[in-house]
């Protein structure tokens, strides 16, 4: 049986487990139920894909969201797994031959909506009787709860499962959830023993910067023309603001596109689907979109309003960066914000619930304009402690560069007092800078306020107050003709008891996504070859491979088939399906660029074991070869032994692999040339499918002593780099 470390590196081609995987696929295996808990990107699916693998039946995956459940199951069905899922997307006959499939045991993993489990009574729960099923997981399992932000009554039903099959472990999985709702999931699953495993909600790729909402528009023009080549998500509060920015991104020569809720569910997927296969940069949404996403190289997700709470701000934020590649999250914040969405949070007739909301947004405000480590500040509010600084948001890398202004603010906030709160932003900074101009009432012109504000431009003026007002020292009233106010808060920085952090600068912040240096120019070509297979199996691109493979092709330059084999993500079916047309596109580029290898540079750090799949060596293959050292031909040996000559080939091809014998001991070296052509091409099993290929010439044996010749040769590059 094949070990989760053998299946993670083989089937996945990753090189070692992530958080608590490998404790939570133990436990599985173990027929114990669990509960995970475990940021997006954190790799959830293999807690059940793997365990899936190993035992014997069918794996059953209730997840909420046809897209998703597509996603999946081809990414699945990429890395040669057998998975379907049944859903109303799919036609009858469709349908039947899933269910034929099931019959048959054919599939390793089932994905379906929670509804259809109890579809027509009990029909669709005895029929999953008949079948074996080893494991049932329950994704975005938090929807079981009221408590959580997305309760959907259909998985009410889902408490069902423990009864009707008590023996089948269940994996309940979600990325958020609360103390209250963590207990409601158990409570509610009937999960009386489960195991529970919490990882941590740092998500260390992600890079927080919370800006104050001034000159907002400009900024973003600039941010996105830098990054042209990355996908991102911009999130607005209505529909009509993602609307009108999508006009003016457009106008501006951006490609995006708008989401909400206004939309026909057509329009919706039409953009969703131009957004995943990459075919267009930008989607601008409103929090409706989301869920159904499992794009993992968003590169940015941009809130340019208040998240009506923390929660939310993590969740979507978290949609950045799930192939663990650096990805910004830009929070642009106003005070005004707040104040619209206090409306927002006034539940009718429940007080109660009024008071959670008005006290979550509440700490969402603190968060953006307190000056601690934004990270930090999103672990403690889900209860993690952490240390000092993170190095990776606006805060810790100061690169709004603040200072002390409290004088620049006392000046502002006694201007606007010695004109008795009834007075607008530019007639204010007018009465700062002393203008000369008819429209400054004359009584003002004699204020002590007067001309206090010179030495600073019009300019800088507006942006101070705007972060006055965006920290609350101020406030604007009226919509038409806004006058500004001192707040409390502005009061007690008049009476010198607060002090205020000011912004100089507008944010400088780094490019790249990568540690490493790495040829850019490649890594857009590879996106090229991966988007040509993508529409040849009609999948999005980052089904094929996630930018972050992508990125160390580009980095470590692989020259041959075994140093390709040790990039990330390539498991045996996609090193064989698609190893070739990406190790041309490097070798083309490193011929010309004249670049070599550097794959030596990332095995240094992580030395990939020997290939694990390996056959054994056993007596009966052993007694077949000392027979073939003794001079014996393989017509003689079946004789002796009394097997068929394939049989006694198959022997002898394992010497090859373990590199005792020569592939030409068996093969003549002629026929090897052509045999490596088809392997190249088919990958390199079944043998059946080879074996049709090269037709009469070649016998089984010679292939596999080739296909073996081929591994010893991928081990003994490994071993020699173990050595070293
Ligand atoms: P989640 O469901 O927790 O949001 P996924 O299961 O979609 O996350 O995993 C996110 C990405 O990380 C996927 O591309 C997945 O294949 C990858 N991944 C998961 N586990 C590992 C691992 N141990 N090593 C490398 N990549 C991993
Ligand atoms: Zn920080």
């Known amino acids: ?33 669990a509960f995970v808990l475990m940021p997006t990107g ?27 459940m597509k996603d999946q199951v081809d990414a699945l069905k990429i890395n040669g797994i057998k998975a379907e899922f049944l859903n109303s997307s799919l036609s009858a006959s469709e349908s039947s031959s899933v269910y034929d499939e099931l019959r048959q045991g054919n599939l390793k993993l089932l ?18 009787k008949t079948l074996d099923i080893s494991l049932f997981a329950i994704d975005e399992a938090h929807c079981i709860s009221h408590w959580g932000h997305d309760f959907r009554p259909e998985y009410r039903l889902l408490s069902a499962l423990k009864k009707e099959f008590s023996a089948v472990p269940i994996i309940a999985l979600t990325a958020t959830a609360d103390k209250l709702t963590r207990d409601d999931i158990l409570d509610k699953l009937q999960l009386k023993n489960a195991q529970t495993f919490i990882s941590s909600f740092n998500r260390p790729n992600i890079h927080y910067t919370i800006l104050p909402k001034r000159g907002m528009y400009d900024q973003l023009v600039d941010y996105l023309s830098e990054h042209r080549d990355d996908s991102g998500i911009i999130y607005a509060l209505s529909r009509n603001s993602t609307e009108s920015l999508v006009e003016k991104l457009r106008l501006d020569g951006f490609s995006a596109v708008s989401y909400h809720a206004g939309m026909t569910t057509e329009a919706r997927k039409t953009n969703q689907d131009l957004f995943s296969r990459d075919e267009v940069k930008i989607v601008v949404a409103t929090i409706a979109f989301g869920m159904g996403i499992n794009k993992s190289n968003v590169r940015f997700v941009i809130h340019t309003d208040l998240p009506k709470n923390i929660e939310s701000y993590y969740q979507e934020t978290g949609r950045a960066g799930r192939d663990g590649l650096k990805s910004d999250a830009i929070l642009y914040y106003s005070g005004g914000d707040v104040i619209k969405l206090k409306n927002f949070a006034m539940v009718e007739g429940n007080p109660e619930q009024t008071r959670i909301m008005l006290q979550k947004l509440a700490q969402m405000s603190a968060l953006c304009e307190a000056n601690n480590c934004r990270r930090k500040s999103i672990l403690n509010y889900f209860g993690e402690e952490t240390s000092e600084s993170c190095d990776s948001c606006d805060i810790c890398l100061n690169t709004q560069e603040k200072f002390d202004g409290t004088t620049i603010a006392q000046k502002a906030l006694s201007a606007v007092a010695r004109l008795e709160n009834r007075y607008g932003l530019n007639y204010v900074i007018n009465v700062l800078r002393g203008s000369k101009s008819i429209k400054i009432k004359s009584a003002h012109k004699s204020l002590s306020v007067y001309g206090i504000g010179k030495d600073i431009s019009q300019d800088e003026w507006y942006k ?38 000011l912004v100089k600068n507008s944010f400088k912040r780094e490019k790249s996504f990568s540690e490493k240096p790495f040829e850019k120019e490649l890594f857009d070509e590879l996106k090229i070859v991966r988007n040509n297979i993508a529409q040849q199996e009609n999948v999005p691109a980052y089904i094929i491979f996630s930018d972050a493979t992508l990125l160390e092709l580009a980095t470590y330059l692989p020259q041959s088939k075994a140093e390709i084999s040790q990039i990330v993500g390539f498991g045996e079916v996609k090193l064989n399906k698609y190893g070739q047309s990406f190790l041309a596109a490097v070798i083309a580029y490193c011929a010309k660029k004249q670049l070599a290898s550097k794959i030596a540079d990332k095995i240094a750090k992580h030395v990939r074991p020997v290939k694990v799949n390996q056959e054994v060596e056993n007596e009966t293959k052993a007694l077949s070869y000392n027979l073939f050292k003794e001079g014996k031909t393989i017509a003689e040996i079946a004789e002796i032994r009394g097997f068929a000559p394939s049989t006694i080939e198959g022997h002898l091809a394992f010497y090859v692999q373990s590199g005792q014998l020569k592939v030409t001991d068996l093969v003549r070296a002629e026929k090897i040339p052509q045999i490596i052509e088809v392997i190249k091409k088919y990958g390199d099993y079944p043998l059946g499918t080879l074996k049709d290929a090269l037709g009469e010439n070649v016998n089984y044996g010679e292939i596999k002593a080739v296909i073996n010749h081929l591994k010893h040769a991928n081990l003994s590059v490994e071993e020699s780099l173990k050595d070293s």
């Open 42 to 68: 954190g790799g959830k699916s293999l807690c059940y894909q793997i365990p899936a693998l190993i035992l014997s039946g069918l794996t059953v995956v209730i997840s909420p969201l046809i897209a998703l």
């Open 1 to 33: 049986m094949a070990t989760a470390l053998q299946i993670l590196k083989d089937k996945f081609g990753y090189e070692a487990f992530r958080f608590n995987q490998e404790q939570i696929i133990e436990t599985v295996l173990n027929k114990q139920d």
């Open 464 to 501: 101070y107050f705007q972060d006055l007002i965006s920290f609350g020292f101020l406030k604007q009233i009226g919509s038409e003709y806004p006058v500004l106010s001192v707040t409390e808060k502005g009061l007690a920085v008049l009476g010198g008891k607060e002090r205020v952090l």
């Open 111 to 128: 994905y379906i909506a929670p509804e259809r489990l109890f579809n027509g009574g009990d029909q669709f729960l005895n029929f999953l």
